[in-house]
């Protein structure tokens, strides 16, 4: 899904597992995150790989470092589910902003909101106590929602905020880009949303 050339800036890379396997394909890489701790793994894992191309900058998906003024590609990778469809859509108007003509934004393993049964009563494991287990399962869940709602814990179900492919969809419109999906092939609750500059669209207030 990503074109292996120019620029590639990684937001929210945390401790840089992948961005120091993608990075041998490009020229140069930008690795940002807000949390030092992360960034601290991170420079462990890009010194011991050896890669001279990564720079580790502090920043956050909607305010991007000052010395990251362009980018072919950018990547931000199973961030999306800490967003609130605000956020979302700042961070696509930021990614927007830097984006080369031809560039591309890729949000991977985003969260969908569709498949959230899947996840939460898995429907793939099929066996004769099913519905007793979904009953179980449910109550669980019930238990948990609650006390997430007095905590104001967005991370309760262990996953974040759950997206469709419409939300993706308008946040991107909002920002001038146009979206295309793809299943992920290693989650059977998650996508990928591609990303590139909306041509014939202007930017919506």
């Known amino acids: ?34 949390s030092e701790s992360m960034l601290e793994a991170a420079r462990k894992r890009v010194v011991s790989s050896g890669l001279k191309n990564i720079e580790l900058l502090p920043g956050t998906a909607s305010a991007f470092p000052t010395t990251v003024t362009h980018a072919d590609v950018i990547l931000t990778s199973a961030v999306v589910q800490y967003f609130s469809f605000a956020d979302l859509a700042c961070h696509l108007e930021e990614c927007r902003r830097i984006l080369n003509r031809e560039g591309i934004i890729l949000a991977a393993l985003i969260p969908d909101s569709a498949r959230k049964k899947t996840y939460y009563y898995g429907y793939f494991s099929g066996n004769r106590y099913r519905r007793l287990k979904k009953l179980r399962t449910w109550i669980y869940l019930s238990r948990l929602r609650a006390k997430a709602y007095l905590k104001n814990d967005l991370l309760w ?9 419409t939300d993706i969809e308008r946040a991107a419109m909002q920002a001038g880009l146009r979206a295309e999906f793809r299943d992920s092939q290693t989650s059977d609750y998650r996508f990928h949303a591609i990303l590139r500059r909306h041509r014939t669209l202007a930017i919506v207030p």
């Open 1 to 34: 899904m990503l074109p292996r050339r120019g620029v590639l800036l990684d937001v929210g890379c945390g401790s840089c597992q992948v961005t120091t396997y993608l990075a041998p394909e490009f020229d140069q890489v930008y690795a940002i995150d807000f």
């Open 157 to 165: 179900d262990g996953i974040g905020n759950w997206f469709d492919r």
